[in-house]
């Protein structure tokens, strides 16, 4: 089940976030996997203005947990985790569907986000999802300061992209159209 976050689920989102982390220690990115999760009082805005999902198991407990802002017209996902015990499972998935209905319902322009290229959970899931890369050419000023600030909290030191999925106007309420949009980059392999 997908729902808003609660302020009862912020312990929980913050350990979902330490246990996913101990991944990148398995492939020699430690830095990533010491980062501390984000506090409670960071976390807050986000379910204060409606920007935070979890994904829960039957009992309502979070297991995985998404983050938005809007920047330049598009849906940012800021985070999106899930807790190893529950990965491969669709709940990433689920999410970035819940957000997309979000950003459609909210007339966005489509979801935008930035990861790490080489990890295989994250640039080349999100091109299985229809996310596609961004050149940095093509960055709006919102996105250029997103990547500045990953910058300056040392993100850099590995390979990074911006990536984006278009909404098509089908997806948008009281619009027609074929389905999803044409990517805004459409070569999926420029980095």
């Known amino acids: ?54 994904a829960t198991d039957a009992a309502d407990n979070p297991i995985a947990y998404l983050l938005v802002v809007v920047i330049d017209d598009w849906a940012h996902i800021e985070q999106v985790t899930v807790h190893p ?17 979000w950003a459609a319902a909210h007339n966005l322009d489509g979801m935008t986000l930035t990861t790490f290229r080489d990890v295989p959970w994250n640039a080349p899931y999100y091109e299985r999802l229809g996310f596609v890369h961004v050149p940095e050419q093509a960055w709006s000023d919102g996105l250029r300061q997103v990547v500045q600030e990953e910058n300056q909290h040392g993100l850099n030191a590995w390979p990074r992209v911006v990536m984006n999925k278009e909404i098509g106007p089908r997806s948008r309420p009281g619009c027609a159209g074929s389905g999803p949009g044409t990517p805004m980059v459409p070569s999926p392999n420029e980095a």
């Open 1 to 54: 089940m997908i729902r808003a976050a609660r302020p009862a689920d912020l312990p929980r989102i913050r350990g979902i976030e330490v246990a996913a982390g101990e991944l990148f220690r398995e492939i020699g990115m430690d830095t990533i996997a010491d980062d501390p999760p984000l506090s409670e009082a960071d976390l807050a805005p986000y379910l204060r203005d409606g920007r935070a999902w979890v």
């Open 85 to 101: 015990v529950h990965s491969r499972k669709g709940f990433g998935s689920s999410l970035i569907d819940h957000v997309e209905r």
